[in-house]
Nanobody, 124 residues
Framework: QVQLVESGGGSVQTGGSLRLSCTVS????????MGWFRQAPGKEREGVAR????????YYADSVKGRFTISQDNAKNTVYLQMNSLKPEDTAMYYC?????????????????WGQGTQVTVSS
């Protein structure tokens, strides 16, 4: 059973940075697609970025391209989301998700395993 544990959320001012972490257990980290999603109050969950650990290919939503970076640390079974130049509209609960063996689009229903979420709040 894949288990995901996120950490690193918090509160920052506009323009600040945060780094989220997601540690994977219960499955081989070498061949799994990892994604970050977010959900603001009253809004649908949306995909932010994904990385396929076999090869390291990445994809970003237009809203975060150039500001967020997703990366992996194979030794720690961990995926990171470095968030720079944060804006108030980035405020949301951020979730880590995973799908073994394939890398689907950043559509929540296509992702199988989810973490508990970590809150990110950006104040103006």
């Amino acid at each position: 059973q894949v288990q995901l544990v996120e950490s690193g959320g918090g509160s920052v001012q506009t323009g600040g940075s945060l780094r989220l972490s997601c540690t994977v257990s219960g499955y081989s980290f070498s061949n799994i697609c990892m994604g970050w999603f977010r959900q603001a109050p009253g809004k649908e969950r949306e995909g932010v970025a994904r990385i396929y650990t076999l090869g390291g290919n990445t994809y970003y939503a237009d809203s975060v391209k150039g500001r967020f970076t997703i990366s992996q640390d194979n030794a720690k079974n961990t995926v990171y989301l470095q968030m720079n130049s944060l804006k108030p509209e980035d405020t949301a609960m951020y979730y880590c998700a995973a799908v073994p063996l394939i890398c689907p689009a950043l559509v929540p229903m296509s992702w199988r395993h989810w973490g508990q979420g970590t809150q990110v709040t950006v104040s103006s």
